[in-house]
């Protein structure tokens, strides 16, 4: 049987989904031109990045022609578009990074669950043209993916930190490390730093592991319920 691509027109997007999208996309241009303004560039380049990422799936559609790539469900798309609108309107802009203890630690549980369900889909999805794929190879790629996202985030936060200033790793005071007890860390920022980041893999190795499970236990029901 001859393999054929489905293409998802815009129209079939479910329509509450779609308007959560234009809700995102018209916070994170507010978001953008605020911080421009305001003289945050950092925040006004990253805001920009979100838009762009919340317009992932529509670039799949266009670009992606007869590829795999165009059977990403929207789904995913808004996923990743709640991981977008929590973490810059609620964290920063809202301040609920500062203000909340375990927000950040929250943001890194979550978007691991949401890139392991993505990787899951996406390894179903590419190898749909041989056949069905394999349980355990979906649910390892899934959580390769997660991974891979967060290695790819704390590259982000280092070069940030290297080229442009900031303290997103926390690994010299500031603003950001005002509040925190550094004689938890042996009196060196540097180790601080060091925890930062480990415990932001680890918890999206959490939400990847969590992700992964889901998926499994969603498609065993599948399987059971035809």
Known sequence: MAYKLRKDPINEIPKAQFIFWIIVRISMIICAIYSFVTGDVVM???SIFCFIFSHLWDMFQVFGHTSFIIEVPPLSQTMLNLIIFIGIVFGSYMGLFDKISWFDNF???LSGFVCAVFGY??????QRKKGQCAATLAALFSIMFALSIAV???FYEFLMD???GTNLQLSEYGNETAMI????YHNEYGYLGLVDTMTDMMMNAVGGLAGMIFMIVLRNRKKKSK
């Open 44 to 46: 006004g380049f990253e």
């Open 107 to 109: 943001m890194h549980i």
């Open 121 to 126: 889909d996406f390894a179903c999805i590419i």
């Open 152 to 154: 790819g985030w704390e």
């Open 162 to 164: 290297t080229l442009h």
């Open 181 to 184: 007890d550094i004689s938890k």
